[in-house]
Nanobody, 121 residues
Framework: QVQLVESGGGLVQPGGSLRLSCVAS????????MAWYRQAPGRQREMVAE???????NYLDSVKGRFTISGDNANNTVYLQMDSLKPEDTAVYSC?????????????WGWGQGTQVTVSS
């Protein structure tokens, strides 16, 4: 069973930066797909950033130019670099990945537990 452990959230002032990490608990061959979602109180969950199977990166319009998603297969980790943070970025952020874990084609898909990001002065 694969688990995803997230870290890097916290309280930051407007204009600040945070880097979220999402680490898989087992050795992976590669990330097939990766994404970060967020959910603010009283709002629906929304996709913030993703890298699709063909390597295309997509971003929520409101974070374009400020957030960057990346993956490190060697370290089993997906990152979300968040710069120029705004109060409206406050939410619980969760990673969602599909990983290739077996050379026989075995994959795993799942979610991290979420990490709180609060942007406030």
């Amino acid at each position: 069973q694969v688990q995803l452990v997230e870290s890097g959230g916290g309280l930051v002032q407007p204009g600040g930066s945070l880097r979220l990490s999402c680490v898989a608990s087992v050795r992976i061959i590669r990330f097939n797909e990766m994404a970060w979602y967020r959910q603010a109180p009283g709002r629906q969950r929304e996709m913030v950033a993703e890298i699709t199977r063909d390597g295309t990166a997509n971003y929520l319009d409101s974070v374009k130019g400020r957030f960057t998603i990346s993956g490190d297969n060697a370290n089993n980790t997906v990152y979300l670099q968040m710069d120029s943070l705004k109060p409206e970025d406050t939410a619980v952020y969760s990673c969602n990945v599909e990983v290739l874990i077996g050379y026989d084609g075995t994959t795993w898909w799942g979610w991290g537990q979420g990490t709180q990001v609060t942007v406030s002065s």
